[in-house]
């Protein structure tokens, strides 16, 4: 049992469900809250509280925003014809760094692995496939860049999307980013210099 006070091991839990935070880590950052002048404690409280009050997914292409769309969706100087197909709305992020692409996203929540019961309903497929459809008052769709994570899973989804779209789609051109991201590593963890290289390199599927 813990010989923590009910309030500090409950921070100790919540933090403890962290990405990569183990129970020490979270004693330790608890400890530094704790210690923490309260404008600093609070404003980490209120800045939690708000991203989770305010953000939510674009309509459109389901990256994080404020606003009904996302403002990549509503920006007119984007070419609405090229879509990018990401895993999570952190994948945006690196792919924007980049500068080199001018198109907008589409992000499907997740890869699929029916492993972990992951089917193409649990992911935002088939919202891609009304967009391409040309659904709305998006102009058409000329080409759809897969650029899923070079894992087992994201490679699983790159095909499986590539797969549909060539049957229901047939005109719209389907690339893949070019190997030479590293294998098994998150699209969110490239250099922009290795995701430039991947996008100008693209091939078709
Ligand atoms: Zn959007």
Known sequence: MSSYAPPVQRLVTELSKLPGIGTRTAQRLA??????????????????????????????????????RCRICEDPRRDHSLICVVEEPGDVIPMERMHEYSGVYHVLGGALSPIDGVDPEDLRIAELYVRVAGAGDEPAVREVVLATN?????????????????????????????????????????DEVTLGKAFAGRRSL
């Not at 409280?45 to 997914?57: F, H, S, T």
């Not at 999307?161 to 005109?171: K, M, N, S, V």
């Open 150 to 190: 070079p894992t087992t899973t994201g490679e699983a989804t790159a095909l499986h999307i590539a797969h549909e779209l060539g049957r229901r789609a047939p005109d719209v051109t389907v690339t893949r980013l070019a190997s030479g991201l590293p294998v098994g590593s998150d699209l969110e963890y490239a």
């Open 31 to 68: 400890f530094h809250i704790l210690r923490a002048p309260d404008s600093d404690a609070l404003g980490l409280a209120d800045a939690i509280r708000e991203v989770k009050e305010r953000i939510g997914l674009c309509e459109v292409c389901f990256n994080l925003t404020d606003q009904p």
